[in-house]
T-cell receptor, first 113, second 109 residues
Framework: DADVTQTPRNRITKTGKRIMLECSQT?????MYWYRQDPGLGLRLIYY???????NKGEISDGYSVSRQAQAKFSLSLESAIPNQTALYFC????????????FGEGSRLTVL | GENVEQHPSTLSVQEGDSAVIKCTYS??????FPWYKQELGKGPQLIID?????GEKKDQRIAVTLNKTAKHFSLHITETQPEDSAVYFC????????FGAGTRLTVKP
């Protein structure tokens, strides 16, 4: 089984709908992240959490919210999806310290029509 | 905040040739520089990293060099093989990790 599991892997939705992407991890890491990948733009950080009571905005948090339900679970929500949120979303985890390796899930491809 | 630029965006080489991908960063406080490989349909995976107190690091066919004065670092892949075909990302850390835009490497058999 994967150490970092994302659901759903693929989702097609319509403008204005609420969408939740879920992430769970079995690595026992405190730190969790949500990234967005767009062609030519690399991976951009949306939100991150260093422990259950900690939530921080990343580079592109507008239009997104997150919830850290437990050490192992970190979900990303789009309250009212819009077409320019069509992208590949990755959840990642890391251990303590500023130079910890990131472990990524396999991604959730979201299409907003 | 940190800004990481990566070149080229695409790179095509013949099997057995070398491939070089270059990145520059803006924040002189950055102290950790990882490289990630993303295969089709998968999440990125760390392949090699270098810390700011080291100038070069090698792991079999891959190596990374760091020039702190010029604020640039590079990934070198020698004797490329078709399985090296993937998207490669550089990154730099000042607090949180910032990624370059990625390089799509194609190794032609």
């Amino acid at each position: 089984d994967a150490d970092v599991t994302q659901t759903p892997r693929n989702r097609i939705t319509k403008t204005g709908k609420r969408i939740m992407l879920e992430c769970s991890q079995t690595k026992g890491h405190d730190r969790m992240y949500w990234y967005r990948q767009d062609p030519g733009l690399g991976l951009r950080l949306i939100y991150y959490s260093f422990d259950v009571k900690d939530i921080n905005k990343g580079e592109i948090s507008d239009g997104y919210s997150v919830s850290r339900q437990a050490q192992a679970k970190f979900s990303l929500s789009l309250e009212s999806a819009i077409p320019n949120q069509t992208a590949l979303y990755f959840c990642a985890t890391s251990g303590q310290g500023n130079s910890g390796e990131l472990f990524f899930g396999e991604g959730s491809r979201l299409t907003v029509l | 905040g940190e800004n990481v630029e990566q070149h080229p965006s695409t790179l095509s080489v013949q099997e057995g040739d070398s491939a070089v991908i270059k990145c520059t960063y803006s924040d002189s406080a950055s102290n950790y520089f990882p490289w990630y490989k993303q295969e089709l349909g998968k999440g990125p995976q760390l392949i090699i990293d270098i810390r700011s107190n080291v100038g070069e690091k090698k792991d079999q066919r891959i190596a990374v060099t760091l020039n702190k004065t010029a604020k640039h670092f590079s990934l070198h892949i020698t004797e490329t093989q078709p399985e090296d075909s993937a998207v490669y990302f550089c990154a730099a850390i000042t607090g949180i990790m910032r990624f370059g835009a990625g390089t799509r490497l194609t190794v032609k058999p």
